[in-house]
Nanobody, 123 residues
Framework: QVHLVESGGGLVQAGGSLRLSCAASLRIFGMYTMGWFRQAPGKEREFVASISWNSDSTEYADSVKGRFTISRDNAKNFGYLQMNSLKPEDTAVYHC????????????????WGQGTQVTVSS
């Protein structure tokens, strides 16, 4: 079973940057699409970005295009989300997730989830 652990969240001023990491406990992680989702207080968990197992395909929510970059290193069983030009509306708990469904944007397709890491962006 895949176990995912996020890190790298914190408090940052608007316009700043953070890099989130997602560590997978199992080598099989390299066979899965990896996604990032976020959930702000009072809102549903929403799709942020995904990357296919071989990095051939990446997808981004319109709200983060041009600012966020998803990547992965299968040899190290790590996934990343580089977040630049952060805005207060990016404040949320960020979760990494994994699915066998290729390049999925759908929360329901993801069967493996990390515990989440808090990102807070101040004005």
């Amino acid at each position: 079973q895949v176990h995912l652990v996020e890190s790298g969240g914190g408090l940052v001023q608007a316009g700043g940057s953070l890099r989130l990491s997602c560590a997978a406990s199992l080598r099989i992680f390299g066979m899965y699409t990896m996604g990032w989702f976020r959930q702000a207080p009072g809102k549903e968990r929403e799709f942020v970005a995904s990357i296919s197992w071989n990095s051939d395909s990446t997808e981004y929510a319109d709200s983060v295009k041009g600012r966020f970059t998803i990547s992965r290193d299968n040899a190290k069983n790590f996934g990343y989300l580089q977040m630049n030009s952060l805005k207060p509306e990016d404040t949320a708990v960020y979760h990494c997730a994994a699915t066998a469904t290729y390049a999925s944007k759908l929360r329901s397709d993801y069967g493996y989830w990390g515990q989440g890491t808090q990102v807070t962006v101040s004005s």
